[in-house]
């Protein structure tokens, strides 16, 4: 499995609109940051193929096209959601293309209150059939998650972990290898395997670091608090990704050096912040940082 950053920096982005500052015109590539999102990609010893790769978006952001044709990705197998807000979910329209790719739906994850804002906000994907033109449109299949109820997509467990942005509930997700699954040659485990046909691997991408394994992994975006019910999911931890806004305090994130107070309590044996705002000069951060800890940045890859 590896882990790729698609982006790492706040709503805003970073360069922002109408910034002159220092870090929105640094020529330093890992001070462009888009909205935050990932992919996981790994194979699945239970397809139907061999050596199927998959994709797992957590979140789609307003930046998902441009970042989908950076990290060279073919195939969008799932997608889970930590929260409804803009940054994290205004890119959904464009998974239509890997619906046109794999010539299949995508199931969707996230809790009801982001279920029913999606509903909401993309009617002419959920609700197709009153569209004026049949358009081409994504085709989605929805499920609900609930914090603490782990689900396995592929051979990989995704634990739902509660976390507070500012007054609002949501979710990080502990990501972990499954229960291992024996390869099929017949019949259909998801509506993956029921339309897919053979396909290209995703391309390999260069590792950023020589570990080969940086799970149990835990992604957090998005953070102001973690609830007492959430830290005994974050014991284990080999990789901790953790929202670090900026230096000043901030109503709904967290700062740099609360997240470093709360990447030392939890021990994993390295962190990467993400969420930064152009408060935020990589190196100058990095050179700050204590060991262990790392600014993440845009196409950064892990595993």
């Given amino acids: 499995m590896r882990l790729t950053f698609l982006g790492t920096g706040t709503s805003a982005g970073v360069p922002a609109i109408g910034c002159s500052c220092d870090v929105c015109t640094s020529t330093d590539p890992r001070d462009q940051r888009l909205r935050c999102s990932v992919a996981l990609q790994f194979t699945d010893p239970g397809a139907i193929h061999e050596d199927r790769q998959r994709v797992v978006l957590i979140d789609a952001g307003p930046d998902l096209r441009q970042q989908a044709l950076r990290a060279k990705l073919t195939r969008c197998d799932a997608i889970l959601f930590t929260h409804n807000h803009v940054d994290h979910t205004f890119g959904l329209d464009e998974v239509r293309r890997f619906n046109a790719v794999q010539h299949a739906p995508i199931d969707i994850y996230a809790e009801r209150h982001t279920l029913d804002f999606l509903g909401r906000i993309y009617k002419h994907i959920f609700d197709k059939h009153n569209n004026i033109n049949d358009s081409f449109v994504a085709t989605l299949i929805a499920h609900e998650l609930h914090a603490d109820a782990p689900i396995e997509l592929f051979g990989v467990r995704f634990t739902p972990l509660r ?18 699954r024996p390869l099929r040659r017949a019949g259909f485990a998801s509506t993956a395997d029921l339309y897919d046909s053979p396909a290209s691997p995703t391309p390999a991408a260069p590792s950023a670091t020589a570990e080969d394994d940086v799970f149990p992994l835990a992604y957090c975006t998005d953070v102001s608090a973690v609830p007492t019910e959430t830290w005994s999911r974050l014991t284990g931890l080999k990789t901790l990704v953790l929202d670090a806004l900026r230096h000043r305090h901030h109503p709904t994130h967290l700062t740099l050096e609360h997240a470093i107070g709360i990447a030392q309590q939890v021990g994993a044996k390295q962190t990467y912040f993400i969420h930064m705002a152009h408060d935020l000069a990589h190196q100058a951060t990095q050179d700050m940082l204590p060991d262990g800890m790392f600014l993440a940045y845009d196409g950064l890859v892990l595993g």
Avoid: Y
């Fill in 163 to 180: 976390f507070l942005h500012g007054k609002q509930p949501v979710l990080g997700f502990r990501i972990e290898r499954g229960t291992p």
